[in-house]
């Protein structure tokens, strides 16, 4: 058996053996370059100055959105102001207008208002004046016209309101009015703006607003005369 015994076989095997077992070691040692790539950039130390960028940007993503924030609210409450100061500011153009004014010796009130629904102007015009009963039959209850002859403070507009058909009543003052359709905002500040300057008042003398000559007039029926003059009588209610 010994005979058979061959020792440089047996070498040469275990020097096989060996070899292999070194290669497959230096195969499980041997890293993949890939993953040592990896480790690499995972491992490899961020200095300040990355640091530093990193925290600088997470900080400016809340402030960009602060900002935005604070951007929207302002321009939000921008555009309510702006209505606000819009919607104050119809409201005062649209305010009523009341005036007082002597002529003569009798108190004349004037008022304006506005209706912005339908776009109407009024005017009311009231002569602190008592009606008797002398000047209803004379003027048989009504008087054609009153007109009031109005321009601005700066001199820039005329114009004329005419009170048509007023109706005497006994006892009561003498009112008239005037509706204007169609009038713009604008129209009815200008209307405030001429009530609100020179202004002249025309009336029949049967309703002079000077009382001297109201009392001419009242001696004068109560005299029995004016049956004597109803043609005159008839320009009393019509001239001024």
């Known amino acids: 058996m010994f005979n058979n015994y061959d020792p440089m076989k047996f070498i040469k095997e275990m020097h096989g053996i060996k070899k292999n077992i070194e290669e ?63 919607l104050a500011y119809r409201e005062i153009c649209a305010m009523p207008y009341e005036g007082s004014f002597i002529f003569g010796d009798t108190t004349v009130i004037i ?7 339908y776009q109407i102007a009024k005017i009311d015009l009231t002569l602190d004046e008592i ?34 058909n007023i109706d005497l009543t006994e006892g009561e003052q003498i009112k008239g009015s005037i509706t204007i359709e169609s009038t713009k905002l604008n129209d009815f ?10 202004i002249m008042i025309y009336t029949p003398k049967i309703i002079s607003v000077d009382s001297k000559e109201r009392e001419k ?24």
């Open 24 to 86: 497959q070691s230096i195969q499980i040692d041997e890293p993949n370059e890939e993953s040592t790539e990896n480790n690499i950039e995972q491992n490899e130390p961020v200095t300040e100055e990355q640091d530093y960028i990193n925290k600088h940007a997470e900080m400016e993503k809340p402030k960009k959105k602060s900002k935005h924030r604070i951007f929207n609210f302002l321009a939000v409450t921008l555009i309510i102001v702006c209505g606000l100061i819009f």
């Open 111 to 117: 008022n304006a208002t506005y209706n912005s629904k």
């Open 131 to 164: 009606i008797e009963d002398w000047q209803i039959k004379i003027a048989n209850g009504n008087v054609e016209e009153i007109k009031l002859e109005c321009e601005t403070s700066d001199k820039t507009v005329k114009k004329e309101f005419k009170f048509k």
């Open 189 to 198: 500040v200008l209307i405030k703006d001429l009530l609100s300057g020179d």
């Open 217 to 240: 007039l009242k001696q004068y029926y109560e005299s029995g005369a004016w049956i004597w003059g109803l043609m005159w009588a008839n320009a009393l209610m019509g001239g001024y």
